[in-house]
Every structure is written in structure tokens, then in C-alpha cells.
């Protein structure tokens, strides 16, 4: 429980215990040390991953890199199995430690800055020294797409300005990442373009809630199948001016080497929620992308499908068109717009995985039948409240905010709707 801060202020009564006891299964579920333990191990010379096999022997070296907010920890448990073996090795993430081969960078998340690219500049270093009887070992995560930063003719600032104004406007994960694939000579397969002749070996940390996941932090090890066309129409279609487009690799053999093991997924998350609900007597039902398109409006569509005893689970990322400068989170709009439809004896909890709801030490929030009095007792309108994105000061007057620390996982956001 120890990343939900205010835990014992918010579970007072069985439903809201219930229902935070299972999204605390989820994001502990979710943990890339407990995953790794289960999915990544060396026997003799033989490095296990997934379905991939590699005997480590046969490397003259071999090389760590990797980005996102799973980066530290996963790089950390490799050193803990295959430390004689790494030659090198370089990590971007958002919290970092001291390693004994691997150099960890500490970069800034959700919008790149300098140190970003210096830290990327480092990282491409390793990947150009690789040859061709070296393995490059990529460990990326969610919050990758950020952390690398290579821009193709573009700063910093133009980068954060043009990610503002595609937040701002509500375009979904998959249009940003395909932009930021094109403006970028480090995602989109550029990574494994740079490795090449080396055998690379990508271990994934999906955040995304879609199968295809080429799409986390995107794409660095993956053929991008999107062009810069692609690219150009998405920012016509959100008015968004001043981005320089590159061209992904295409030539196939700069992928024949590479093989993408998918480490961790919100399934690992919605299986031990399923499993954590079903140990307190819960029927249960999983919509594992069901967590999609505007956040204050997906309520009445997940409001139907709750029914007496039974758990809703859901995995997934929404978006929030923003319209006025508020403060506030995606998950706080996806409580906040339960309200209107939310059936007595019931409750939502949306959750960001990562500890994060937009807001440093916000991870979502909660709406029950206790938040809903509070809110009529301070006269509070909810619709207007998030009309004016301003979903913060309605949590937390109301007594639904869950207040807590980084979780050093992201797989995605996580929704748990509870009728007793």
C-alpha cells in the first residue's frame, strides 16, 4: 500500500477498501522486478527472455541501453544476473541509482530538455561502438519516448511546444507517437538502425493500451511500419505548425538482428486485479483497452456494463481536450464524469499507473456515494468543474484524491468499477 499515500484516509468502508486493495494488486503485479523474476534469467550462458534464447558466451560484448520509467530497475536486475558478462551500458529514466557498468541518466518527463539529449547522445555512443559480433540489450519502457531525445532540426522548446499543443487538442497516443517517430533520429527504428550489425535483443515495458507494441516509446526497436506522410497529415489535422519531418529506416536489414520480447503488459496488472477481485468474492470482467477516447465521457459506457456484486476492470489511456487552463489529470475526469451515472453502492477508482496523474503525488482518483454527498454539501457542479479542467480542487475537496508516490512501473491507466 505504501505508494498510496492516503490509504487509510480513503478506505473507510469495505467498497472503497475493495476496490483500492485491487488496483494495489495490479500496479504491485506490475513491478519490473517481479515481472523480470518470472520472465528474464541466465542459465549457464543462456540469457531467457520471453521466447528468446541467447547464449551470452558468443559476444565479444555486450551492451545495455534503454529508456523509460522501467529502465533503472530493469537494467539493475540484469546486473544482478549477467553483471560478468556487460561490457557497458547507458539508461535514461526519470529516478536513478548508481549501477556498476551501466551509466544512469536522470531526465525529464513529460517534455524533453537538454539534459534529455546529452543523456541520448551518450546512449546513441554505445549503439555506434557496437559490431558486429556484439549484443545491444534495449530495455524500453513506457516514458521513453520523451526521455530519448534525438531531434531531427528541432530544439527542445519546439518539441515541448508542439506535445503541449497535441495534448492540449486531445489527440490519442498512437498520433503522438507516430509524430514523434518522424521528428525524431532515435525513435522509429533508429535505435536498432544505429546497433546494426549487432544482434539486438529489445525487452519491452508496454504502457500502451493496444497490442501493437511498436508503439512504446516509440518504437526505438522497432521497423516503423508509418511515414513521414503519416506524420504530416496528423499535424494538419491538430493545426500544429514549426515540426521538421524526417523519414523512419525502411531498408529490412537493419532489422533482421533484432528480435522484441514483451516483458511486461496492463495484462500482467488486470490478471492479478481478476484474480485479487475473485479472492473477495467479486464476479469480474476485464476490458483490457476499453480505457479510450474522451475521459470525462467514457462513464455511461462503462456504467452499462456494471452489474450487482461484480467487478469492472479496465486497462488502457484516455485523452483530455483541454479547454481551460485547470489543473488536473485524465483519471480525475474519468471519476469525476462516473457521477452522473454511478448506481448506488457503487464506486470508481482510475488509477495512472505510474504513480502520476499529470500532477507530481496525484495518482487518480475515487468517486462513491460518500464523494457525491460531499460534492452537493460545497454546492459543487461537477460538469462545470470539468468543463473548466479543473478536476483537482473538485477530488480534493471532495475527499476522492489519491495522493501518492512513483511507482517505478507504467502500464498504462488502470480503472476498477465495484457495485456491492
Keep these: 500500500m505504501m505508494f498510496i499515500k492516503n490509504y487509510s484516509e480513503l478506505a473507510t468502508n469495505k467498497l472503497r477498501k475493495d476496490a483500492l486493495d485491487i488496483v494495489v494488486t495490479g500496479i504491485e503485479a506490475a513491478d519490473p ?41 530493469a537494467a539493475k536486475f540484469l546486473e544482478g544476473i549477467m553483471l560478468d558478462y556487460i561490457t557497458a551500458g ?77 495534448f492540449s487538442k486531445g489527440a490519442d497516443i498512437k498520433e503522438i507517437n507516430i509524430l514523434r517517430k518522424h521528428i525524431s533520429k532515435i525513435h522509429g527504428g533508429y535505435m536498432a538502425k544505429l546497433a546494426y550489425p549487432a544482434d539486438v535483443l529489445g525487452l519491452i515495458f508496454s504502457d500502451v493500451p493496444f497490442s501493437d507494441i511498436s508503439l512504446v516509446a516509440s518504437g526505438p526497436t522497432f521497423m516503423d511500419k508509418t511515414t513521414k506522410d503519416d506524420a504530416k497529415k496528423i499535424a494538419e489535422k491538430y493545426g500544429i505548425s514549426g515540426v521538421s519531418l524526417i523519414e523512419t529506416p525502411k531498408d529490412k536489414k537493419y532489422f533482421e538482428k533484432t528480435r522484441n520480447e514483451l516483458i511486461l503488459s496492463n495484462k500482467d496488472a488486470l490478471k492479478a486485479m481478476k484474480d485479487k477481485a475473485e479472492e473477495k468474492g467479486y464476479k469480474t470482467e476485464v476490458c483490457g483497452a476499453c480505457l479510450k477516447g474522451e475521459a470525462r465521457e467514457l462513464a455511461s459506457k462503462l456504467v452499462e456494463r456494471l452489474k450487482k456484486n461484480k467487478v469492472l476492470l479496465g486497462g488502457g ?33 482510475s488509477m495512472a499507473s505510474d504513480g502520476k496523474d499529470h500532477i507530481s503525488g496525484v495518482g487518480g482518483g475515487l468517486v462513491d456515494e460518500e464523494v457525491i454527498k460531499k460534492a452537493k454539501e460545497l454546492n459543487y457542479d461537477h460538469n462545470e468543474f470539468l468543463r473548466n479542467n479543473i478536476s483537482y480542487k473538485f477530488m480534493k475537496d471532495t475527499g476522492g484524491l489519491i495522493e501518492s508516490r512513483r511507482t517505478g512501473t507504467n502500464v498504462s491507466d488502470l480503472v476498477v468499477m465495484l457495485k456491492a
Excluded at 59 to 70: E, L, M, T
Excluded at 106 to 128: Q, R, V, W, Y
Design 33 to 73: 522486478a517481479v515481472i523480470l523474476r518470472k520472465k528474464v534469467f541466465v542459465d549457464g550462458s543462456f540469457l531467457k527472455a520471453g521466447k528468446s534464447r541467447v547464449d551470452l558466451s558468443k559476444y565479444k560484448n555486450i551492451y545495455i541501453v534503454g529508456a523509460g520509467k522501467a529502465s533503472f530497475r
Design 90 to 166: 547507458v539508461i535514461l529514466d526519470v529516478k536513478v541509482g548508481k549501477l556498476k557498468k551501466i551509466e544512469c541518466y536522470e531526465g525529464s518527463h513529460p517534455f524533453p530538455t537538454k539534459g534529455n539529449i546529452e543523456a541520448t547522445s551518450k546512449l546513441t555512443d554505445i549503439l555506434k561502438a557496437a559490431r558486429k559480433n556484439d549484443l545491444v540489450i534495449a530495455l524500453i519502457s513506457g516514458g521513453g519516448s520523451s526521455l530519448l531525445c534525438d531531434p531531427y532540426k528541432m530544439t527542445c522548446n519546439d518539441i515541448k511546444s508542439a506535445t503541449k499543443s497535441f
Design 317 to 349: 489511456e484516455t485523452t483530455v481536450t483541454i479547454e481551460k487552463k485547470g489543473k488536473g489529470g485524465r483519471n480525475l475526469e474519468v471519476a469525476i464524469g462516473v457521477i452522473d451515472y454511478l448506481p448506488e453502492n457503487s464506486i470508481v477508482v
